[in-house]
């Protein structure tokens, strides 16, 4: 049996206070230019050890409040789907979808 790697790295660049100030990533198999920049990232693993998640959470100082509230929102809408592709949990997804309207209206993000 043959056994693939992939590889994600990410860059951050910090100021003096260190507050990020450019988040760059690229992946093996992206498609497109080597090196992409995003302004801000949701980098979540699970350790079974321990039972317990490990989080990154990283914003840049160009990232505006509209941005982050559209970015929580497109986050919260995937992981109802990722919550619904692993676990079968349908109806649980459909209440995270149904919150994630919610907050879209409570933070007048408009789609």
């Known amino acids: 049996m ?9 860059t951050v660049e910090l100021d003096e ?3 990020p100030t450019s988040i760059d990533w690229n992946a093996s198999d992206k498609e497109g230019e080597d090196i992409a920049q995003c ?6 693993m699970w350790d079974h ?8 959470d990283l914003w840049t100082k160009e990232m505006t409040i509209d941005e982050m509230k ?13 919550l619904q592709n692993a676990t079968n949990e349908d109806q649980m997804a ?4 149904d919150f994630t309207a919610y907050f879209a209206d409570k933070m007048e993000i408009t789609e």
């Open 2 to 10: 043959s056994s693939k790697k992939k590889e994600i790295s990410i």
């Open 17 to 19: 206070n260190n507050i």
């Open 39 to 44: 302004r801000a990232m949701l980098l979540s």
């Open 49 to 56: 050890q321990k039972k317990d998640t490990l989080r990154l």
């Open 70 to 82: 559209i970015f929580f929102h497109q986050t919260l809408v995937t992981m109802a789907d990722t």
């Open 94 to 97: 459909e209440d995270m979808r």
